[in-house]
T-cell receptor, first 119, second 115 residues
Framework: AQKVTQAQTEISVVEKEDVTLDCVYE???????LFWYKQPPSGELVFLIR??????QNEISGRYSWNFQKSTSSFNFTITASQVVDSAVYFC????????????????FGQGTILTVHP | GAVVSQHPSRVICKSGTSVKIECRSL??????MFWYRQFPKKSLMLMATSNEGSKATYEQGVEKDKFLINHASLTLSTLTVTSAHPEDSSFYIC???????????FGPGTRLTVT
């Protein structure tokens, strides 16, 4: 069974600080996808990134960066120079690629990390 | 990117009544749609997988007679909460999968309050 763990329940930082959100996953599949989503107070999930299991390259998008390490089954997310608008709940998720069936693509979410950025 | 809508965005109903929530993919065909439930300050839990033209696949512990799912077309799936009770109050989110199984788009969610 697949599992995603976000050990940090809540993080509080002051604006302009860097912050890293941890994500550890478990899966038996060799092919899978990892995701990060942002959920602001409005509730709508905002897609941030998708990474497949064969691509371990780190990625940077503006102030966001992701570190994928298969050796430790981790997919951590760093926000550089955090801003108040970054305050939200962040979810890490895993989607496996089963051999068949009609429910492939379903996501298993971590517990979420509540990030609060203070001015 | 692809757009998924949900209707209504908020609904308040009385205990014992049924509520229908619609999930539509607006600019693509979704052979598979997923229904998630989120309690306050909690994670999203998959309730069921809805495939067009076939019966939904429910996750363990989810009552299929209470949460009726219909996926009548490639752009519409509905979730009906039957005989709703206060404990059914939650945030319900749908997502639609494209032909590429790893691409999934989420709706804005429906907040259900049962009084």
């Amino acid at each position: 069974a697949q599992k995603v763990t976000q050990a940090q329940t809540e993080i509080s930082v002051v604006e302009k600080e860097d912050v890293t959100l941890d994500c550890v996953y478990e899966t038996r599949d060799t092919t899978y996808y990892l995701f990060w989503y942002k959920q602001p107070p409005s509730g709508e999930l905002v897609f941030l990134i998708r990474r497949n299991s064969f691509d371990e390259q780190n990625e940077i998008s503006g102030r966001y960066s992701w570190n994928f390490q298969k050796s430790t089954s981790s997919f951590n997310f760093t926000i550089t120079a955090s801003q108040v608008v970054d305050s939200a709940v962040y979810f890490c998720a895993l989607s496996e690629s089963p051999a068949g069936g009609t429910s492939y693509g379903k996501l298993t979410f971590g517990q979420g990390t509540i990030l609060t950025v203070h001015p | 990117g692809a757009v998924v809508s949900q209707h209504p965005s908020r609904v308040i109903c009385k205990s014992g009544t049924s509520v229908k929530i619609e999930c539509r993919s607006l600019d693509f065909q979704a052979t598979t749609m997923f229904w998630y439930r989120q309690f306050p300050k909690k994670s999203l839990m998959l309730m069921a997988t809805s495939n067009e033209g076939s019966k939904a696949t429910y996750e363990q512990g989810v009552e299929k007679d209470k949460f009726l799912i219909n996926h009548a077309s490639l752009t519409l799936s509905t979730l009906t909460v039957t005989s709703a009770h206060p404990e059914d109050s939650s945030f319900y989110i749908c997502s639609a999968r494209t032909v590429n199984w790893h691409e999934q788009y989420f709706g804005p969610g429906t907040r259900l309050t049962v009084t």
